[in-house]
Structures are given as structure tokens and as C-alpha cells.
């Protein structure tokens, strides 16, 4: 064993530290592919066509990142579209004008041989001689490759919380934070009333910062005694008046339907219901999931009562806001 370690630790060595020789054909030695003047001109043209690439390819990723950013599918589309077509100009200049090309009329022999792997090799060398500046080009083919591989791969990093963490982490509810309904009138602890549910946001927000998954919640009133609130939940009802997302923890859809009892204690208790997949959450305990395919209870938002009557949130949500994902059990949201 320590013999077969010693032996792959050599061979590493020798594989980082030896630099291959290349033998440099004489000035008698014959030519396959004919010898051209290089082209200084060309060389100009791809480098910077191959750097332009480059370029557009990391303003495709800036502008997935900043979504905020007017005309934002149509940037997407405008810098991802520059970048290929300038790597696509590059390497037709380089193939019509750099690359010597030779076509060898002899077919290939039914096995390689040591001296048709010389030939190949010398071909593909000569057929470069045109290229005066091979670093530059090697600098330019890493920076074009490089940055349209990550190009490449930045939508898939959406499914991770790290572009666009805000619709996985962050809400617009903080403390102190009035509860508006959808005319942006503030809410009163006395509009809230037992067996109806409300819709209200985030005073401030505008109406399209209302689309966002965290701003919409639900409000419902209870009696107090009916309340079965878990102790990690206690104090966040304000006078009985209860706030959870409005937002199904299932599959993101509105929760827009309220089923409150009519004919206690034959009736089941009240709960609020997503229409769509017909996820139940009990509102009295916290709103754990009585019924349907939710995996997890909705975010409560805790509430307080100001000296004026108002409704305001006495900080963010208790848990993630939205569909289930992986990092929902991971994550809280912004205090």
C-alpha cells in the first residue's frame, strides 16, 4: 500500500513539474500545411470580439440578478443573444482567416500508428503559426468560456436562496408597521369582527410591491377563550384578532376561503381554506394544517393594538413565507 502511494505521488509530480519538450521542426523539414503571413488585424477583431463575449455574458448575469431593472426580460434576452453572437463572429474570423486549413486526400489507416500521430500533431501545430499572440487568445477563449458557462448556470441558481432572496426571506412586515386594507385605509381593532376575514398589507407599500409573496395576510377574530395557541405563539393575537400569510404554504395560492362554524360543536372549527388544492388551516392553534397536501402550518404575523386603535405588527413572521422548499425548515425570516 505505502509502495502504491509513494508511485501515484510521483507521478503527480512529475505531471505538474516536467514541461513537454516540442521539437521544432528544422527549416528544411517539410511543410503539409503552406506557411502564411499572420494577420495582425485579425487577431485584433477576435481578441476583442472573444473579451466582448466575456463582457456580455457577466451583464447577463447582473441583469438576472437586479430584477428591479426596467425592460428586464428584454435585457435577459438582448445580453445573453450579444455575447453568443460575438463568440459565434470570433470563431468565424478565426476559421477564415488565422486557421490554415489543408485537406489530406489519403484516407485514415484502419489503426494509428506512431507516424500518423506525428502528422496529426504537426498539422494541428502548423495550422496555428498565423497566431502571433496564443496568450492573448488563451486569455480571451477562458474569459468568453468561463463567463458564458456561468451565464449558463445562473437561472438554476434561483432555486437556492441566493439571487432573489427576498420572495424565500424577506417581507415588508416589521415592527410598528400599520395593517392597511386594499384601499390602504388603516385597519381598527373594532372593523375586525368574529365569523368574516379581512385581506390587509403593509401600510406604505405600493401596489405593485403588494404583489410579493410576504405582504398579503389574512385577518380573522376569535373568541378568546377558543384560542389553542402553541406556547411559542403566545402573545402574538391581539385581543383575539389573529394574522397568518395569506399565502399557501402548498403551492403558493391565495387563501381566499374562511370556514367558520355555524352550528358549534357539531360543526368543525374555524379554519381557512385554499380553494385551489383545499390545504384547511386551523387559525385557532397557530394555523397547523387540518386537511389537504400543505406540509407545514401558515406564518403567523404577530399583532399589538396602539394607543389609537390601530392594528400594527409586532414583528416579521414566525416562519417562511410561501410554497414549500428546501430551505424553508432552514431559514427565518428577516426579524
Known amino acids: 500500500m505505502r509502495r502504491a502511494l509513494d508511485a501515484i505521488v510521483s507521478a503527480v509530480v512529475l505531471a505538474l513539474g516536467r514541461r513537454r519538450r516540442r521539437r521544432r521542426p528544422s527549416k528544411d523539414a517539410e511543410r503539409?500545411?503552406?506557411k502564411l503571413p499572420s494577420d495582425l488585424g485579425a487577431e485584433s477583431l477576435v481578441l476583442a470580439l472573444l473579451f466582448l463575449t466575456a463582457v456580455f455574458a457577466v451583464g447577463f448575469i447582473v441583469v438576472y440578478a437586479v430584477d428591479s431593472l426596467p425592460d428586464h426580460t428584454q435585457l435577459l434576452g438582448a445580453t445573453i443573444g450579444l455575447s453568443l453572437l460575438c463568440l459565434a463572429a470570433?470563431?468565424?474570423i478565426v476559421a477564415h482567416r488565422l486557421i490554415v486549413t489543408e485537406e489530406l486526400v489519403e484516407p485514415y489507416p484502419p489503426r494509428e500508428h506512431p507516424y500518423e500521430q506525428?502528422?496529426?500533431?504537426?498539422?494541428?501545430?502548423?495550422?496555428?503559426?498565423?497566431?502571433?499572440r496564443k496568450r492573448f487568445f488563451k486569455l480571451g477563449l477562458g474569459a468568453a468560456g468561463g463567463t458564458l458557462g456561468l451565464a449558463a448556470i445562473t437561472p438554476a441558481l434561483s432555486f437556492g436562496p441566493l439571487f432573489q432572496t427576498k420572495y424565500f426571506r424577506g417581507t415588508p412586515w416589521r415592527k410598528g408597521v400599520r395593517l392597511v386594507d386594499e384601499d390602504f385605509r388603516p385597519y381598527r381593532a373594532s372593523d375586525i369582527e368574529e365569523k368574516d376575514f379581512y385581506t390587509a398589507f403593509p401600510e406604505g407599500l405600493s401596489l405593485d410591491?403588494?404583489?410579493?409573496?410576504?405582504?398579503?395576510?389574512?385577518?380573522?377574530?376569535?373568541?378568546?377563550?377558543?384560542?389553542?395557541?402553541p406556547p411559542r405563539l403566545h402573545g402574538y393575537d391581539a385581543a383575539g384578532i389573529l394574522a397568518y400569510s395569506k399565502i399557501c404554504t402548498h403551492a403558493g395560492c391565495a387563501i381566499s376561503l374562511y370556514r367558520t362554524p355555524l352550528f358549534q360543536p357539531d360543526e368543525p372549527r374555524p379554519a381557512l381554506v385554499c380553494p385551489c388544492h383545499y390545504s384547511t388551516f386551523d387559525v385557532a392553534d397557530g394555523g397547523s394544517v387540518v386537511f389537504g397536501p400543505a406540509g407545514r402550518p401558515l406564518p403567523m404575523l404577530p399583532l399589538t393594538i396602539d394607543g389609537k386603535g390601530f392594528l400594527r405588527a409586532a414583528g416579521n413572521f414566525d416562519g417562511e413565507v410561501g410554497p414549500g422548499w428546501w430551505g424553508t425548515r432552514i431559514w427565518k425570516p428577516n426579524p
Open 90 to 92: 470570433a470563431l468565424i
Open 118 to 132: 506525428e502528422l496529426v500533431a504537426k498539422l494541428v501545430e502548423e495550422s496555428g503559426d498565423r497566431i502571433t
Open 32 to 34: 503539409i500545411v503552406p
Open 209 to 229: 410591491a403588494r404583489e410579493e409573496l410576504g405582504a398579503p395576510v389574512v385577518l380573522v377574530r376569535l373568541p378568546l377563550d377558543q384560542l389553542r395557541l
